[in-house]
Each structure stands twice: as structure tokens, then as C-alpha cells.
């Protein structure tokens, strides 16, 4: 399984992003997107239920960032908004299996991981 992470970039405070990944058509659950900054352990950022749409967020992206998915491109999409220096970070998506284990947030319960893609804003 593949995963293709792109649409990161350099940009200033208050701007807008999104990022896209494409995944091969594996049975899965969720596919979510982590960040990491540097010195900082990876966080989970949002998640979204493949089979209904269902989805969930950290605290600190809610109403500013947005998952969603095209089922027929396998491709799950975060659309960033309102961007702050804090969020900058490479950002992983990463996709479960059938029979994963483990909360939406839980890094363990993703079987795979794009290359990352890194998102840097400016002040």
C-alpha cells in the first residue's frame, strides 16, 4: 500500500492550504492525518471514517481545518484555513486495515504512512 502526500508549502499567517493523499483501494476504516514539529513528537490532527464520512479532530484545528475524502480517487484531502506559525510541521496522512486496532487519534492503529509533506508558516 501507497500512500502520496502533496500540497504542502511556504506561506504566511492567515493563508489557506490543502493537502491531498492518494491511496491504493484497500479495505479500510479511517485514514487520518498526523503532524510533526521539529523537537516535537507526532500529534494526530484529524481522522475520517471511510465508509460514512464521520469525522474527528484535535482540539486545536477544529473549525480552522477540514478532512474529507473521494471515495472513487481513494484520496483524503485536509483543507487548512486561518494557518498560524504553530502549525508548521510535516504532515503525515496515514491509513488503517480492515481489522486495526485502537482510537481514530491512536498513531499505532495506521498500518501505513506517506512520505510527509511539510507546511511552513510564516509570521
Known amino acids: 500500500v501507497q500512500l502520496q502526500a502533496s500540497g504542502g508549502g511556504l506561506v504566511q499567517t492567515g493563508a489557506s492550504l490543502r493537502l491531498s493523499c492518494a491511496t491504493s483501494g484497500h479495505t479500510r476504516n479511517f485514514m487520518g492525518w498526523f503532524r510533526q514539529a521539529p523537537g516535537k513528537e507526532r500529534e494526530f490532527v484529524a481522522a475520517?471514517?471511510?465508509?460514512?464520512?464521520?469525522?474527528y479532530y484535535a482540539d486545536f484545528v477544529r473549525g480552522r481545518f477540514t478532512i474529507s475524502r473521494d471515495k472513487v480517487r481513494n484520496t483524503v484531502y485536509l483543507h487548512m484555513t486561518s494557518l498560524k506559525p504553530e502549525d508548521t510541521a510535516v504532515y503525515y496522512c496515514?491509513?488503517?486495515?480492515?481489522?486495526?486496532?485502537?482510537?481514530?487519534?491512536?498513531?499505532?492503529?495506521?498500518?501505513?504512512w506517506g512520505q510527509g509533506t511539510l507546511v511552513t508558516v510564516s509570521s
Open positions: 496515514a491509513v488503517d486495515r480492515e481489522f486495526s486496532v485502537g482510537r481514530y487519534d491512536y498513531s499505532g492503529r495506521y498500518a501505513y
Open positions: 475520517i471514517k471511510w465508509e460514512n464520512d464521520s469525522t
